[in-house]
């Protein structure tokens, strides 16, 4: 087994890294540029500003993304595990207002 699947002892499988979300689902092309977005301080949750890229979303959760003339208010309904299609990342989310 690699290291790479063994999770830390402190791992929540409920929640996930808000940068690692980002790029699951495709609000960011890649997970660098997903870091940059959370650390940057443009990114909510809950209606809190998020400053760090480790801040974990859950469930029921509800982010507001800035993406370049919009602003994108979403409720997370499932933690996707990786990133997929477009179409299969769409059902981790409901949008709940998109506009500029």
Not at 49 to 67: E, F, K, S, Y
Request: glycine share 8%; net charge positive; hydrophobic share 40%.
């Amino acid at each position: 087994m690699s290291a790479r699947k063994i999770r830390e002892p402190g791992h929540d499988p409920s929640a996930l890294r808000i940068d690692k979300l980002l790029w699951f689902l495709r609000f960011a092309r890649n997970r660098t540029m997903a870091k940059k977005l959370a650390n940057k301080g443009h990114v909510r949750l809950n209606g809190r500003r998020v400053d760090r890229a480790h801040m974990m979303v859950r469930q029921g959760d509800i982010l507001t993304i800035p993406q370049g003339r919009e602003v994108h208010v979403i409720r997370i309904s499932a933690l996707p595990l990786r990133r997929g299609s477009a179409p299969d990342v769409q059902s981790c989310f409901e949008r709940l207002r998109t506009g500029e």
